[in-house]
């Protein structure tokens, strides 16, 4: 099952800011956070990820309370390509095993309104 | 350009007729994986490989077959497609370098396949 618990929809309006909260309340020490979206039914597409600061990259930025038990995604000026679903995994970083899959929950449907 | 290609992207079948989903990525990775995406459900692990001849079962592996021949290649195969694997498959590859990215960064574009 998914460790991530996501609010199946927001709406945000164009050129506004769109945060996707995420919470992940047993997270472990040595656990990432992922951050994906999929747009209409494409290949996901990895957006960014983080331990427990904060990142930012061209796409987004990704804010980790100190606790690490949630986090928020950041659009800055979501614009009406950024309709998608957004997906929040979290993962042992370091592979220890062989396999590097995600375990993916159903995500955040985000419409971006004109 | 790097990228993942599947082939096909749309396919429709009959039950029992064998058919293989190709996936090939430009960027020299070691890991590939296929999921399968279904309505409410997400996307599940089908098969994964973490080389050139090393393969192993995902979550969902029943009625599929892999193979890695070629580190760039990782086709799906259905040897007795059925109505229950009519869904979205996508194929993805991983980098496995820099910190805490050893996990799927890039996906294909989805194959498509209706088993009637």
């Known amino acids: 099952d998914a460790k991530t618990t996501q609010p199946p929809s927001m709406d945000c309006a164009e050129g506004r800011a769109a945060n996707l909260p995420c919470n992940h309340s047993t997270i472990s020490g040595n656990e990432y956070v992922y951050w994906y979206r999929q747009i209409h039914s494409q290949g996901p597409q990895y957006i960014i990820h983080g331990l427990k600061n904060n990142e930012t990259n061209e796409m987004a930025s990704l804010i980790i309370t100190e606790d690490r038990k949630s986090s928020t995604l950041i659009l800055p000026h979501a614009t009406l390509r950024d309709t998608a679903v957004y997906y929040c995994?979290?993962?042992?970083?370091?592979?220890?095993?062989?396999?590097?899959?995600?375990?993916w929950g159903l995500g955040t449907s985000l419409a971006v309104n004109p | 350009e790097a990228q993942v290609t599947q082939n096909p992207r749309y396919l429709i079948t009959v039950t029992g007729k064998k058919l293989t989903v190709t996936c090939s990525q430009n960027?020299?990775?070691?890991?590939m994986s296929w999921y399968r995406q279904d309505p409410g459900l997400g996307l599940r692990q089908i098969y994964y490989s973490m080389n050139v001849e090393v393969t192993d079962k995902g979550d969902v592996p029943e009625g599929y077959k892999v193979s890695r021949k070629e580190k760039r290649n990782f086709p799906l195969i259905l040897e007795s497609p059925s109505p229950n694997q009519t869904s979205l498959y996508f194929c993805?590859?991983?980098?496995?370098?820099?910190?805490?990215?050893?996990?799927?960064?890039?996906f294909g574009q989805g194959t498509r396949l209706t088993v009637v």
């Open positions: 993805a590859s991983s980098p496995g370098t820099g910190k805490g990215m050893n996990t799927e960064a890039f």
């Open positions: 995994i979290v993962r042992v970083g370091n592979n220890a095993g062989n396999n590097r899959k995600l375990i």
């Open positions: 960027m020299n990775h070691e890991y």
